[in-house]
């Protein structure tokens, strides 16, 4: 009969393993019906268009906006009550605005262009699956070893890091990805494409600090394992 402690990672290990499981599934749902309709968005999207979307740009950061333009100014306070009123800065051919959120669309069936769409879109979720593969590892090694093992803390020292900088790097990646594609929905060059990129990134606060809390967490449980290696060898 197992000890309650091994009972207790066993069914942790059951939670993490349907977790995997279900987001996965997800996640392979979301890119079959990607791939089968032909690169409709992805997470939540509607109708079965090739629909590439971006944050639209600030009035300024495009040359040619209706601050800059007075004809444009004109149009634009003429059609107020309109539905189909010109945007604050002349758009590329085929794109068009998202409301009430404004967002840059067009219908792109180009590899290029949904590759970036679609990447940026996956980034998180893959960096979240990746996570809890090794977070399984590690509940694994940990049934087997105990949880004072040096691989153990070592693997929750790495998984902490790799949660905080991967979903770092996905949201940076998600915004870069989301500005160029901008970038090529306006008609003219977008000024200061950096900053609007840092404006656009969301920074994963709630991973950030879970992956901290695990490499905190790590240093503390190797402190508690030199301990306990010091007392056996006391006694």
Known sequence: MGSPHTSSLRWTAITVR????????????EIGRTAVTGGVNAFGS????????????GLLSVPGNMAEDPKLRAAFDASIAV????????LAQGAEVNEPIPSLCRDD????????????????????????????????????????????????????????????????????????????????????PWEHALHSCSVPWAFLVAGIGL????????????????LEGTV
């Not at 490499?215 to 010091?230: L, N, T």
Request: hydrophobic letters at 55%.
């Open 215 to 230: 490499v905190v967490m790590a240093r503390v449980v190797r402190v508690g394992a030199s301990m306990r290696e010091e």
């Open 46 to 57: 509607l109708g079965d268009r090739s629909l590439v979307c971006a944050t639209a740009p």
């Open 18 to 29: 349907v977790l995997l499981a279900l987001l996965a599934a997800v996640t392979a749902y």
């Open 109 to 192: 069936s180009g590899f290029a262009a949904q590759l970036l769409y679609q990447s940026s879109r996956f980034a998180t979720p893959a960096v979240l699956l990746a996570g809890l593969v090794l977070l399984e590892r590690l509940i694994s090694r940990a049934r087997r070893e105990g949880g004072f093992d040096v691989a153990v803390v070592a693997r929750l020292r790495f998984l902490g890091l790799f949660l905080a900088a991967g979903t770092l790097v996905s949201s940076l990646y998600t915004a870069i990805a989301e500005t160029g594609l901008a970038a090529s929905m306006v008609a003219t060059a977008l000024r200061r």
């Open 83 to 90: 539905p189909s009123r010109p945007f604050m800065y002349p």
